[in-house]
């Protein structure tokens, strides 16, 4: 069921830019250590990213359902990119930018540190957290996992990812993790995003968090969406 339907509470201003939303959280002292190492696409900032960490995703400013999104990884002979379950090498960052620019088909894009996560039967898997403004209040309307299809790194349900519970999720791919826990941690942390993000948007009504957990436990957020679906 949806939980957001047409007309109900919850309904809002719309902000498509991930770059904007992500700024203003990276802005908090106590939200930014959960925000992984993010800046817009240029090939230079490509190659301090690539020098910086091992593996980044890019990813499309304005966009939703995963579409778009391409990992990118060093190798020992260069750079390995993956888009859906296709992978290719090049070998230097101008081979790996003239490669994907193509792909972000004139979009602008931003670049993110990967963040290995933690997985189940080797899939990995991410969490939503649904909120929605009903009155001068907000309510939590969901918080779901969702499990990478074989094969594929992105999760969503569009692309063949599948839902469990979130309590599901964090037991089976950290059973050494209070899910208690863990899940008190995800709506501390929602709960003042939002209230960072309503100041500096008001009139947001409806909000999609996109986290992750690592291999460690430790919670990232990837991004927050306006128009959850």
């Known amino acids: 069921m949806n939980p957001f339907p047409k007309g109900a509470a919850g ?6 830019s991930k770059w904007a939303k992500t700024a203003v959280l990276l802005s908090h002292p106590s939200i930014a250590p959960h925000i992984p190492p993010t800046r817009l ?3 230079a900032n490509l190659k301090t990213m690539l020098d910086q960490h091992s ?3 890019i990813k499309p400013v304005r966009g939703t359902g995963g579409i778009g999104l391409i990992k990118i990884s060093r190798v020992d002979s260069g750079y390995s990119y993956t888009v859906s379950s296709s992978t290719r090498r090049v070998s230097s960052i101008g ?3 003239h490669a994907v620019k193509p792909l972000q088909k004139g979009r602008p894009y931003m670049i993110q540190k990967g963040i290995h996560l933690a997985t189940i039967a080797g899939r990995p898997i991410d969490y939503r957290v649904k909120i929605v403004k009903n009155g001068d209040k907000w309510e ?3 918080m779901v996992g969702r499990v990478a299809r074989a094969g594929l790194f992105v999760t969503n349900l569009c692309r063949g990812g599948r839902q469990v519970t979130s309590a599901q999720g964090i037991g089976r791919s950290l059973p050494n993790v209070s899910v208690a826990a863990k899940k008190q941690e995800m709506r501390n942390l929602t709960n003042l995003s939002v209230s960072l993000l309503e100041t500096h ?3 947001i009504g409806q909000l999609g968090f996109d986290y992750g957990l690592d291999k460690s436990g430790k919670i990232w957020i990837f991004e927050v969406n ?3 679906k």
């Open 201 to 203: 948007f008001p009139g």
């Open 95 to 97: 081979a790996l930018h």
């Open 41 to 43: 696409y240029s090939e």
């Open 55 to 57: 593996m980044v995703v």
């Open 226 to 228: 306006t128009r959850p």
């Open 11 to 16: 309904t809002g201003r719309m902000l498509s």
């Open 140 to 142: 939590f309307r969901a």
